[in-house]
């Protein structure tokens, strides 16, 4: 079970670099990507407007931040390091993407 672990921390790790070296190569491009989705955001959750408004805004310092935060998440799920920070954050990225993917499936945005 121990080894299992060790390598699926491997491949998530590596998995995560390369995601975040991507998006590293057009951090544009997902900031544009974000202002899409708060648009969407304030069409569905009009009550948060002032959110949708201030991330949309501040957009390419959020993706720029994201692109980090993958890149050093991986690098930490490869050392094995603060893993139950790292596991915990990688979890909370993944529900979060999970639910952009299927919020524009669902709403066909």
Avoid: C, Q
């Amino acid at each position: 079970m121990k080894l299992i672990n060790h390598w699926l921390r491997w491949i998530l790790g590596i998995f995560m670099i390369f995601s975040g070296t991507v998006k590293a190569i057009d951090p544009i491009g997902t900031s544009i990507k974000f202002k899409e989705y708060f648009e969407v955001f304030t069409e569905y959750f009009g009550f948060l407007t002032p959110l949708w408004d201030v991330l949309a805004h501040n957009s390419l310092s959020l993706s720029i931040f994201m692109v980090i935060l993958e890149i050093v998440l991986g690098v930490l799920l490869l050392l094995g390091v603060y893993k139950k920070f790292t596991l915990l954050t990688v979890l909370a990225m993944m529900v979060f993407f999970t639910f952009l993917t299927g919020f524009t499936v669902v709403t066909n945005k």
